[in-house]
């Protein structure tokens, strides 16, 4: 068969006609590929029943097949489809484990599971990968991500948090686009669109203003506008591709790094634009006190995040080593601590603002961690 199917094909290229393709004959997988989705009530939060539904492909070949589950917390099942009732809180790493009767194949699957705490209190911390949003709460436990229901990222880089409003924003490189939605991920809508390349924003409260940087400058948009169009330039002429921005806002003044060097600084009333730090290259910057902090890209593989006065004196380096261009770089004032990511290894890191007892405070692999915002405490 194999061999007439290949002189099939000869014979309709020698004539030139199309539509002989490979795919025409549909080829089974050789062994069994394990998978499941899964639904949990309650909201995720605990006592909590998840209910799991295995949509694994069996070939015929390898006969007949059972399902071992392990649920993470210690317990276990077998079956093709079942329920578990998790009655603790944390990240649990579901395995289901297909066996194979007639190849005595034995393959498997893992996913995680989140189940959280009712009675939990801390504040709120966002994060987005590139195309999820993730929360959880900084208190004194270890911290648990949930993904929220926020769909359509392309390619995101950046979040910020606004606290009067309480709603969270979240841009979109690769789409052009700002989205915005509550903390629980709903009510998400298109800010803005039709952007150039959106990275970081940062907010103005007195005059109700949200600021993103573009490929060559930072534009600005009316937080109580409802037109997607709606935006107006307020920095132009950056030929080196602003990439993080912050408001300083005791002094009215707001800060942008370039990814391809140097660090400036204009008054929000149009005036006193100007770069303080040449050539430094990077993805974040923000303000804490009388520092701006920043990431500058020294070699491949050591990013390292500085500060510096205002005016751009007195740098200090915090931390070295970083593997990639920073784009989450936030601070959490309750506990008076720098979060950065560290993308290639799927952490958050965090320190004392004078870069003192640095730690990873999350660590989720291939999580990729971009922008960082944190939310009002609960």
Same mark, same amino acid.
């Given at each position: 068969?194999?061999?007439?199917?290949?002189?099939?094909?000869?014979?309709?290229?020698?004539?030139?006609?199309?539509?002989?393709?490979?795919?025409?004959?549909?080829?089974?997988?050789?062994?069994?590929?394990?998978?499941?989705?899964?639904?949990?009530?309650?909201?995720?939060?605990?006592?909590?029943?998840?209910?799991?539904?295995?949509?694994?492909?069996?070939?015929?070949?390898?006969?007949?097949?059972?399902?071992?589950?392990?649920?993470?917390?210690?317990?276990?099942?077998?079956?093709?489809?079942?329920?578990?009732?998790?009655?603790?809180?944390?990240?649990?790493?579901?395995?289901?484990?297909?066996?194979?009767?007639?190849?005595?194949?034995?393959?498997?699957?893992?996913?995680?599971?989140? /189940?959280? +705490?009712?009675? &939990?209190?801390? !504040?709120?911390? @966002?994060?987005? $990968? =590139? %195309?999820?949003?993730?929360?959880?709460?900084?208190?004194?436990?270890?911290?648990?991500?949930?993904?929220?229901?926020?769909?359509?990222?392309?390619?995101?880089?950046?979040?910020?948090?606004?606290?009067?409003?309480?709603?969270?924003? /979240?841009? +979109?490189?690769? &789409?052009?686009? !700002?989205?915005? @939605?509550?903390? $629980? =991920? %709903?009510?998400?809508?298109?800010?803005?669109?039709?952007?150039?390349?959106?990275?970081?924003?940062?907010?103005?409260?007195?005059?109700?203003?949200?600021?993103?940087?573009?490929?060559?400058?930072?534009?600005?948009?009316?937080?109580?506008?409802? +037109?997607?169009?709606?935006?107006?330039?307020?920095?132009?002429?950056?030929?080196?591709?602003?990439?993080?921005?912050?408001?300083?806002?005791?002094?009215?003044?707001?800060?942008?790094?370039?990814?391809?060097?140097?660090?400036?600084?204009?008054?929000?009333?149009?005036?006193?634009?100007?770069?303080?730090?040449?050539?430094?290259?990077?993805?974040?910057?923000?303000?804490?006190?009388?520092?701006?902090?920043?990431?500058?890209?020294?070699?491949?593989?050591?990013?390292?995040?500085?500060?510096?006065?205002?005016?751009?004196?007195?740098?200090?380096?915090?931390?070295?080593?970083?593997?990639?261009?920073?784009?989450?770089?936030?601070?959490?004032?309750?506990?008076?601590?720098?979060?950065?990511?560290?993308?290639?290894?799927?952490?958050?890191?965090?320190?004392?603002?004078?870069?003192?007892?640095?730690?990873?405070?999350?660590?989720?692999?291939?999580?990729?961690?971009?922008?960082?915002?944190?939310?009002?405490?609960?």
């Amino acid at each position: 068969m194999k061999h007439t199917f290949l002189m099939l094909c000869s014979a309709f290229l020698l004539l030139g006609l199309q539509g002989c393709k490979k795919d025409d004959f549909p080829v089974p997988p050789a062994s069994t590929v394990p998978k499941f989705t899964y639904t949990i009530d309650n909201d995720g939060f605990a006592p909590a029943t998840a209910t799991f539904t295995n949509t694994s492909i069996v070939p015929s070949t390898v006969g007949t097949v059972t399902f071992y589950w392990n649920f993470g917390d210690g317990a276990s099942a077998e079956g093709q489809n079942v329920t578990h009732t998790y009655t603790s809180t944390g990240a649990f790493t579901v395995r289901l484990v297909a066996v194979a009767s007639l190849s005595s194949e034995i393959k498997e699957t893992t996913q995680t599971i989140v /189940v959280k +705490d009712p009675n &939990a209190s801390g !504040i709120p911390v @966002f994060f987005t $990968d =590139g %195309s999820q949003v993730f929360s959880g709460l900084v208190n004194n436990q270890a911290p648990i991500m949930s993904k929220l229901p926020v769909s359509g990222l392309q390619d995101s880089y950046g979040m910020t948090y606004d606290s009067v409003n309480n709603k969270v924003y /979240v841009s +979109d490189y690769e &789409a052009g686009k !700002i989205y915005r @939605f509550d903390p $629980d =991920g %709903s009510n998400q809508i298109e800010f803005r669109t039709g952007l150039d390349a959106p990275n970081a924003m940062s907010i103005d409260y007195p005059n109700h203003t949200i600021y993103w940087d573009t490929s060559n400058g930072v534009q600005r948009g009316d937080l109580n506008s409802t +037109d997607v169009n709606q935006k107006e330039d307020f920095v132009t002429g950056q030929a080196n591709d602003p990439d993080g921005i912050c408001i300083d806002p005791v002094h009215r003044v707001l800060y942008w790094v370039n990814y391809n060097g140097g660090v400036w600084k204009k008054n929000l009333d149009g005036s006193g634009e100007a770069e303080i730090i040449p050539a430094v290259e990077g993805g974040s910057l923000i303000v804490v006190g009388d520092r701006i902090y920043f990431d500058q890209y020294i070699a491949a593989g050591d990013i390292q995040l500085k500060s510096a006065n205002l005016d751009g004196t007195n740098i200090a380096v915090l931390a070295t080593g970083i593997s990639r261009v920073v784009y989450a770089l936030a601070y959490e004032k309750t506990e008076n601590k720098i979060y950065w990511g560290d993308r290639n290894l799927g952490t958050i890191m965090r320190a004392n603002p004078d870069g003192s007892d640095p730690e990873p405070w999350l660590v989720q692999e291939d999580s990729s961690p971009r922008g960082i915002a944190f939310g009002k405490k609960l």
